[in-house]
């Protein structure tokens, strides 16, 4: 009986094995990127790639080859590779979808995990983080979906986890990175005409428990070498259930070259009371982010 039985669940075993090896693969691969290209299609982005794979085993694995985006017919963006992998494990004992995902462009590459709630209800939970290393993030089109014509390259790590979906005062995670080459091209922004402005390097260290984010060293450039913009924030977020209310706790030190002051003509008339004798500007940042409030310092 035992014998009769082990060898029932060794060839149940075998056929389910061969039906996996035989799954039509180029009809999934065609239904995951037809999906993917719809969702970039409904936020205005058109994707278009060399090539696609699929992996099934030992993991899932499905890899995109050399992607261009274009927004209106323009190419906002590209990629070398682009793969993603669920956890199929994780996401089945959970309320969240959790998969790892990779992005290399050149010799950058973005690596890291994310997870995001089934249904968005209020108690489902969300994740993010990333190692990159040497990564343009300007290549991959994200400053342009968000309406931002610049390039950066990122190194460093990222983890933000929001234990309460869209509540801010559950967040918890650190940021270490590092921003050199940062470039952005004359375009108007809220109103604002902004001109090109360059910036060697930058770091973005912070950390958010309980509550609260803590900005250690959020800067670009630095002051005696700026080329065109310097800016440093350090102090602290009290987060709420609701970002707009958080109320701030900052001290911020900027400044502009003589060249983009050119484009901000009452740039010294509206921070004339932060200025200081070195012509950079320090006001703290009070308030909330709805109404926040500058007072002046340092002069």
Known sequence: MWKKLLWTLIILVFLLFWTLVKLPDDRIRGHLLTFIESTLDSQGIELRTESSELRLF?????KLVHGILRKEGTAVGSFDTFSIQPHLLHSLFSSSIHASYAVEIGKGKASGTLSFPRSFQKKSSASFSLDAVHFNIGATGLPSVLG???QATLDGTLALEMNVWNDPSTLIGKSALRITGLITEPQSIAGFSVPKLEVDSGEIIFQAQKGTMTLTNV?????????????????????????????????????LSETAKKSFPLIDTLLSAGKKPDDSYAFAINGTFEQPIPTPEGT
Do not use: E, Y
């Not at 700026?226 to 701030?248: A, E, R, V």
């Open 219 to 255: 800067h670009l450039s630095k002051l005696d070498s700026f080329k065109d913009l310097f800016l440093k924030i350090q102090g602290d977020i009290h987060l709420g259930q609701n970002l707009s209310l958080s109320t701030l706790n900052l001290h911020t030190v900027c400044a």
């Open 58 to 62: 030992p993991t899932i694995r499905f």
């Open 148 to 150: 931002v014509s610049a």
